[in-house]
């Protein structure tokens, strides 16, 4: 690395020796002839290339690291102007602060990796949003988002099914981004609602960093289409929604074993079965607990992991249900209020039992590692569930409401009107008209009354 006085005419003859890549030549008090001169400044240099490319560039430290910066190429920069930059910039440096900091380079901005450009626009756009959106934005667009579950280890070694976004094109700049490799990525969801659900996330992305002008270029996303999902209605007959409630409202626990009559490893053995029976018939009876009010009141199951036991009145039979949506302001906004109203007998009872056995909890169904949480699924005791006579395998806790609004209109013959605003629609009679399963048995009188009548 030569030192030597920079003027234009030594930047117009510096060449790079032909055994290497480049050469870098500090601007020096002493220049080519021998001669002392005035003027240099410490830290700027010329950087010629095997190709002849020239530039001239800033090195200093900064906190302990040595540090090296471009300034520009030769062609844009004289000599003077480079050294008024290094001035300007060594001043920074004396008041401690980064000279690159604030500075955005427009060549950069059009290289940011994909690592980089999800960490901005979870920063910038995504940090304020729900948790859930935060959840399924991370799951597929970075895993290294999402925060570590420091309550319990549930699924820590479970097999991701796919790779995120963010780590198949960690290292690509946006700009190199085809729809071959949006495909590529697609390639991994076999499902059509998670494949619409990446893809959403993806453009998304891509859009964000179009408005924000990281990019100029069409989003990536366009040519790929969504998956067609053929929605499967849930329909339930009416042995079928006999047979569940008999599930829920009577509970089929399993007996169990004696050990006093056992020694050595069968008494081991048996009192472990034993240990674990209890659990799972705890885990039984508050799944249909939750089921049970769930049943009874047509709430969701959003509602009811949310509820507390201060907001139920049990002398007068009443549930006060807090965070229902309420009027509609907006496109995205809702006046969120409180909603009274009545509930069985059942209801308070099975309160009851849960304040039994949770009685230092101000929630209703809490998490069994924070009560101060709730709880996020029944996912075992749903599973012992369906396997029970009777309960399809595509049973669902939403499906409760459905059934439940289902016999009321067609069973009991109750208004539209009351069913609405009972279950917070307020008085839509299209969405609630939605939950109707079309239950088929009601209506068999209809058709029997006509054989009788014409004698067959």
Known sequence: MPKIFLTDDVVFDAICPADKDQELYWDYAVAANGQIRNGSVAGLGLRVTALGHKSFVHGYQLNGKRCRKVLGSTTVLTVASARLMVIQREQELSAGKDPDLDRIDPRRKHFDTIAEIVDRYWESHVAGLSEGYKYRLASYMGRWLQPANGANRRGHNRRRAHTDFGTMFANRSLVSIQPSDIERFQAQFSSPHVFNGALGHVTALFNWAIRMQLVDMRNPCSPIRARKIVRQRRDYSTEQI??????????????????????????????????????????????????????????????????????????????????????????????????????????AAMVRAQRQRWPESKLLFPSHTDQTQPRDNFRKGLDRFKALPGVPAYFQLYDLKRIAISLMLTGQGVSHEAISHYVDHKGNLETTMIYDLGLVDPLRPVTQRLGDLLGI
């Open 242 to 347: 006999r047979q569940i409630a008999a599930h829920i409202f009577y509970p089929a626990v399993e007996v169990l074993p004696e050990v006093d009559h056992l020694e050595g490893f069968a008494k081991r053995d048996m009192a472990l079965r034993k240990a674990w029976l209890v659990t799972a018939n705890d885990q039984m009876l508050e799944l249909c607990n939750f089921m049970g009010i769930l049943f009874l009141t047509m709430a969701r199951p959003s509602d009811l992991a949310k509820a507390e036991f201060d907001h139920f009145n049990l002398d007068e039979l009443v549930w006060h249900k807090h965070n229902t949506k309420g009027i509609k302001l907006s496109r995205s906004l809702y006046e969120y209020a409180y909603r009274s109203v009545p509930i069985h007998s059942r209801v």
